[in-house]
């Protein structure tokens, strides 16, 4: 076993020997989901509040609200979340580079048809520029998809790595 492998028996270990949350239910008890980045800096839980059972933490790279659609319509028909808090995050790799620039890594580490598979199953790596820009554009794709019902509250926040405060921006 590798050294992360491991890592995850003995918190396993750990964990479930003092767990007593087996008694929570599948739908979120407070109705609201988080999309944030899956940069390994942050910790949802902590630092946006949110206690086991309470919330869908849906992660991807840049905290993108297109990326997290598939999740968010399961979170919200099936299991009846009603609200959406979507983090960026100061320093996000997604800021560093093009989608262009994703691509030409891709072609060189792992070849044509690589790029070609991508091409299909990941059209746009979804880089962004600007931080709060980003943040009111993703807010602004929720609010204007079909998939998200009228009545859904949507804010955007930014969180500092640096300092672990997040910021409202929309
Ligand atoms: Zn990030």
């Known amino acids: 076993m590798s050294a992360i492998q491991n890592n995850v028996e003995a918190a396993s270990a750990e964990y479930s020997a003092s767990f007593d949350k087996g008694h929570l239910a599948l739908p979120p008890a407070k109705k609201y989901l988080v ?13 946006f509040g949110i206690e086991l059972g309470d919330a869908h933490v849906i992660r991807n790279a840049g905290g993108s609200a297109a990326d997290a659609l598939r999740s968010i319509v399961i ?9 959406i808090v979507l983090v960026k995050h100061t320093g996000c790799g997604m800021l560093t580079f093009e989608h262009k620039d994703a691509v030409a890594v891709v072609k060189n580490n792992l070849g044509e048809k690589a790029v070609t598979e991508l091409s299909e199953k ?20 929720l609010k204007k998809s079909n998939l998200v019902p009228e009545d859904v509250a949507i804010s955007g926040w930014v969180y500092d790595v640096e300092s672990g405060k997040t910021r409202r921006v929309v």
């Open 122 to 141: 990941v059209p746009n790596f979804l880089a962004f520029p600007d931080l709060d820009k980003a943040v009111v554009e993703d807010v602004d794709y």
């Open 35 to 47: 999309v944030t980045c899956m940069d390994a800096r942050i910790d949802p839980a902590r630092a």
């Open 75 to 83: 979170s919200q028909q099936l299991l009846a979340t009603k609200e």
